[in-house]
């Protein structure tokens, strides 16, 4: 066995198990030791039997004398009764219901036992306890009172008798299941597990080998030592994300771009023609933005900003100083509502620089051109096609069509991705790229320029994330909202307001306004949770959720409003469609999953009401809310909640109390973690990195460690492992 063996090699894991791990991200060797217990148990305390005290938790080490079941007449239970014997005497131990136990330990065993001792009736037994077979007695302490403590005894114990490692739970992989393979695997690899880490980095942060670490970190000597080995993996998690962010800058460094010249007066003539004044935070990012530009390699720069701040402004303002350069951009979206809306928006703030601006959908093609007396008129596809290959097209907006083969620029020099996480690295790669040949031609010795990338985000991630995850140079922050927004009104609404609520909804709709209702998933019963995969499940109780919250809401309590409804299982046609629907006001209000449209703007909805709102982040409550508000009237978000707990109350109040998407995140980082608000399946960091991302301390110095051994060996040839690792790492790990 290797780190790199895939877990079917492991024996005695069947397909069972196998599946089980899946489920949770494991495929290799590599991802079950990276799997690491969240707390431990302590039961290192073995006593002499004579020294049990009761109340507390006991570990001894001893010989069965007999065991047997009984059965309890009163209770109906089988007690499994065994009587233990060490050097210094005898003691009775039960276990409720588990009759099997006779069939394991045998009189004559020799076994090691942690829990709990209970005195009754004068009499003081050990309670369900924690139970291994141990093969000889004499090497443990607790039998032999002449024995000092022996360093190896806890190598030998899985269960009992030292800290036990406790995992988090899930479905079907208990504790005792997880130490016991991890135990096994940890022993077959011995010594093969070789450090990535160079010695020199390790020696100056004081970080213990990566063989020790995995040991201490499941089956620690001590907690110190647990701490210890914890805070080597966060290190190295860190040091890889800090070395993956250089090295992308590395790479970028390398290519080049065409070099646009910053037109200050441009701007200005835009910027005073617009019937608001820019924050300063949208001033401050298109500076970031056309300094970067101006550089002969491209940029790369990630624009966050809270639903709402303006970033479409900003964009554009780049986009009109590119294209008055004589080169094209290209604008993309995720799906075919949001890529309309920009063209109408965009095209609006550019209406009087004259320039030649096309829509390109999976069914159509507009544009705005000189010929169409600058105003949108339909074009077949074809046509378009020929305008942005012979450069008369300026600005080309669209869906995923535009990453199409067919469409080629002439001189494609910015592209701009919007809501920029939802497209895949792929795609990416391949928009930069174009007009370029495939990327494997481009080692060749000229290269061709590639286009500088803008890409846009209203997630709000908390900045000190943002910063470690993105680096300082490449991030430029929207974090105040345009002076004179209306606050949006924010309820926590209990189970007996839920009637009250409703009236007032009914009220607004009689008022002209439209509501959104987001539900939050079902939770799968056990039977399908066993016949499904996940990723099904997931999607099949949020199908079922919306269905159910459409029938209550049309049958029951508004059976006389048109009522829409939207998930994920649907076809994208068919989605556009029912919020064509919405938009237009053919629907008073649209039940939906989480799943809906980021950016889509439907001026006249006034309400979101978000049902169970205790399950989901405070982050993506803020963004279901920023879909309300968008125009005159006073908006209203309703956070319907069943859940009694002050802790939950308290989460949502915070949702009342402040409008900003960072500080909430930022918030929500500090409830319930990186690893929770993040995802870490869907990242592929593990949690334990991921919770120390937010410790600035400890990633400036990763950071730093990483910069200097770029330094010192830019393609790390005299590191080979730390390469391979590395090149694993960004394989494994998507950091948009
Ligand atoms: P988002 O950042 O969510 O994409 P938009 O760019 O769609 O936000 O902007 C939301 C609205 O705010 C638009 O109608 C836009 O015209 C307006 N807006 C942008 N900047 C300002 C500003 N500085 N002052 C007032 N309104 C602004
Ligand atoms: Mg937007």
Not at 51 to 58: D, F, L, V, W
Not at 408 to 423: I, N, W
Request: net charge positive; charged share 30%; glycine share 6%.
């Amino acid at each position: 066995m290797q780190l790199a063996t895939p877990i079917e090699e492991i024996p005695r894991v069947g397909p069972q198990y196998q599946k089980k791990l899946k489920k949770l991200g494991i495929k290799t060797i590599h991802d079950l030791l990276f799997h690491f217990p969240h707390r431990y148990e302590e039961f290192s305390n073995i006593v002499p039997v004579s020294e049990i005290k009761s109340g507390a938790i006991n570990s001894i080490q001893g010989k069965i004398l007999e065991i047997e079941n009984k059965r309890t007449w009163k209770k109906r239970m089988v007690l499994t009764q065994c009587l233990v014997e060490d050097f210094s005497g005898a003691i009775k131990v039960i276990w409720f219901n588990q009759p099997y136990l006779i069939n394991v330990l045998k009189k004559g065993d020799f076994i090691s036992l942690s829990g709990k001792a209970v005195l009754k009736k004068n009499e003081i037994y050990l309670s369900s306890p924690a139970y291994e077979k141990i093969s000889s007695l004499a090497d443990f302490q607790g039998i032999n009172p002449n024995k000092t403590k022996t360093t190896k005894k806890e190598k030998g114990l899985t269960h009992t008798g030292r800290l036990i490692p406790v995992y988090p739970e899930t479905e079907g992989l208990s504790s005792k299941w997880l130490r016991y393979v991890i135990k096994l695997v940890l022993t077959d690899l011995g010594d093969k597990i070789l450090d990535p880490l160079p010695i020199k980095l390790r020696k100056e942060h004081q970080l213990i080998l990566l063989q020790k670490s995995l040991w201490q970190a499941h089956f620690p000597d001590s907690l110190i030592l647990a701490k210890k080995a914890k805070k080597r993996f966060a290190f190295e998690g860190l040091f890889f994300i800090g070395l993956h962010i250089l090295r992308e800058k590395q790479k970028l460094a390398k290519e080049k771009a065409m070099p646009i010249p910053f037109d200050l007066k441009l701007i200005q003539g835009f910027v005073k023609k617009l019937p608001f004044k820019l924050t300063g935070c949208q001033k401050k990012s298109i500076w970031q933005i056309l300094k970067d530009i101006e550089r002969p390699w491209p940029m790369n720069r990630l624009l966050e900003g809270d639903v709402g701040s303006g970033k479409t402004v900003v964009a554009t303002m780049a986009i009109l100083n590119i294209v008055k350069a004589g080169y094209q951009t290209g604008l993309m979206a995720p799906t075919e509502i949001l890529a309309k809306q920009h063209f109408q928006e965009i095209s609006k703030l550019l209406k009087s620089f004259n320039l030649s601006i096309g829509l390109l959908t999976g069914k159509e093609g507009k544009i705005i051109s000189k010929e169409s007396k600058w105003q949108a008129i339909k074009i077949s596809r074809q046509k378009l096609l020929e305008k942005i290959i012979a450069g008369e097209t300026d600005l080309l907006i669209g869906t995923h069509a535009l990453i199409q083969k067919q469409v080629k620029f002439k001189r494609l020099a910015l592209v701009v991705l919007d809501e920029q996480h939802r497209f895949g690295v792929d795609q990416r790669a391949r928009l930069c790229s174009s007009p370029a040949k495939a990327s494997t031609d481009r080692q060749e010795k000229e290269l061709p320029p590639i286009p500088h990338l803008l890409s846009m985000t209203a997630t709000p991630i908390p900045r000190t994330l943002a910063l470690t995850i993105y680096g300082d140079l490449d991030l430029s922050l929207i974090v105040e909202l345009p002076k004179g927004r209306k606050k949006i009104i924010t309820k926590i609404i209990p189970p007996k307001e839920r009637n009250k609520a409703y009236r007032f909804i009914k009220n607004e709709v009689k008022q002209g306004r439209q509501v959104f209702v987001i539900c939050p998933r079902i939770e799968p019963t056990n039977n399908e949770r066993q016949t499904a995969n996940n990723e099904q499940l997931l999607k099949w109780n949020e199908v079922k959720a919306v269905k159910e919250e459409y029938t209550k809401l049309s049958k029951k309590i508004f059976p006389d409003l048109k009522i829409g409804m939207l998930h994920g299982k649907m076809k994208t046609e068919e989605k556009e469609e029912i919020m064509r629907k919405f938009k237009q006001k053919e629907t008073d209000i649209l039940v939906s999953t989480s799943v809906i449209e980021v950016g889509i703007d439907i001026p006249n909805a006034g309400v979101m009401i978000i049902e169970g709102a205790e399950r989901f982040g405070l982050a993506q409550l803020h963004q279901f809310r920023g879909r309300v508000g968008r125009a005159e009237h006073q908006s209203f978000c309703f956070l319907f909640t069943d859940s009694p707990a002050k802790k939950t109350f308290q989460r949502l109040k915070a949702l009342m109390f402040s409008e900003n998407g960072f500080d909430l995140a930022e918030q929500d980082l500090k409830i319930r973690g990186p690893g929770e608000v993040f995802g870490q399946r869907q990242s592929g960091i593990p949690d334990l990195v991921m919770d120390s991302l937010a410790d600035i301390s400890l990633v400036t110095k990763t950071r730093q460690a990483a910069k200097e051994i770029l330094i010192e060996d830019p393609g790390l040839k005299k590191y080979p492992l730390l390469r391979e690792k590395i090149q694993e790492f960004e394989k494994k790990v998507h950091l948009e």
